[in-house]
């Protein structure tokens, strides 16, 4: 089986939301099952919405890959202890690693966009979903204000990643070296939004 940059990219993705998500059962002191549930939902939510969106079965539903991605890597933060670290420092991991899957997923989602054949509005929208739309869910489920909706140019990120992909696979420039191009200046965009709190005008 040929291994792609996206799927390099979507592996990483599932990885870090997984991450992100365990952090999240960890600040809010779920048990093991609501910890785990925290954490598949980072991981798979958003891209099980897009599926419903454009029409075709869950991935998720088809292949495993996904599923021991995220499990393995709540099993690994779990013999680590990661959770018995300081607060701070889990907060900081929390921003690094939802990061990673923000600009992965939007990657990943825009491609299948592309492939289903959207247009522009369609493309952003299923880089956008499969990005945000585990975090969405996780957060409601846990009683917090979606991520999305109070942190600065979180949204806005993916926006601009998924219209890049949009515009390379127009010229039909997409190739792994691209891929890897805008996945690493989507996470600095998104890292130095967070450092020098960056953020869209408010009402």
Known sequence: ???????????????AFAFSGYLVGVRKRLDLLGTWIAALLTAIGGGMIRDVLIGRTP????ENGSL??????????????L?????????????????????????????IGMYYGLNLFG?????????????????????DVPVIMRQDIYGAVAVVIAFLMYLLDQIE???????????????????????????????
């Open 83 to 111: 959770q018995n670290n300081q607060r701070r420092f889990l907060s900081e991991a929390f921003v690094w690693a939802d990061s990673l899957g923000l600009v992965a997923f939007t990657i990943t989602g825009a491609q």
């Open 1 to 15: 089986m040929n291994i792609t940059a996206t799927d390099i990219i979507s592996d990483i993705g599932t990885v």
């Open 173 to 203: 420039s997409i190739n792994p070296y691209t891929l890897n191009l805008l996945f690493i200046a989507g996470y600095v965009l998104r890292m130095m939004a967070y450092k020098r709190k960056w953020a869209l005008p408010k009402f």
């Open 59 to 62: 991935a998720v539903f088809m």
């Open 68 to 81: 021991l991605f995220a499990a393995g890597t709540v099993i690994i933060a779990w013999a680590l202890r």
């Open 123 to 143: 493309v952003i929208v299923a880089g956008f979903i499969t990005a945000v739309g585990g975090g969405i869910v996780r957060d409601i489920l846990v009683n």
